[in-house]
């Protein structure tokens, strides 16, 4: 792993470490599964009663996943729809898998 990509991981689990990210995070994810349209995005406001947290809270957090790259965010009106990258999705899913398939090789 080169520089570059440990700072990339280490931003976007730095994200994710945040108990209010995490939950952000999980529930943008949630919300496109129950959605007919593969690449739906959700609004911010259909998901802030389940969050628990003021709206300034949501704000920053939101922030910092836009900036780690795991969600993006577009204006729908004068609503804000996040949707979660499907890149870094794939990417978490990889190192996970990876390093799962190095640790049995070496158990071998």
Same mark, same amino acid.
């Given at each position: 792993? #080169?520089? @570059?990509? /440990? *700072?990339?991981w280490?931003r976007?689990f *730095?994200?994710?470490?945040?108990? &209010?990210?995490l939950r952000? +995070?999980?529930?943008?994810? @949630?919300? %496109? *599964? !129950?959605?007919f349209e593969k690449d =739906?995005?959700?609004?911010? !406001?259909?998901i802030?009663? *389940?969050?628990?947290?003021?709206?300034? !809270?949501? /704000? &920053?957090?939101?922030?910092?996943?836009? #900036?780690?790259?795991?969600? =993006? !965010?577009e204006?729908q009106?004068r609503?804000? @729809?996040?949707?979660?990258?499907?890149d870094?999705? %794939?990417?978490?899913a990889?190192? +996970?898998? %990876?390093?799962?398939q190095? /640790?049995?090789? @070496?158990e /071998?």
């Amino acid at each position: 792993m #080169n520089d @570059a990509e /440990s *700072k990339r991981w280490v931003r976007m689990f *730095k994200a994710l470490g945040n108990p &209010h990210r995490l939950r952000l +995070f999980v529930e943008i994810l @949630a919300a %496109r *599964k !129950t959605s007919f349209e593969k690449d =739906s995005a959700c609004l911010l !406001t259909s998901i802030m009663g *389940k969050l628990k947290v003021g709206a300034p !809270t949501v /704000s &920053h957090h939101l922030k910092e996943l836009v #900036n780690a790259g795991l969600i =993006s !965010t577009e204006l729908q009106g004068r609503f804000l @729809a996040c949707s979660v990258e499907d890149d870094a999705l %794939r990417e978490l899913a990889d190192f +996970f898998s %990876r390093r799962l398939q190095e /640790s049995e090789t @070496a158990e /071998s």
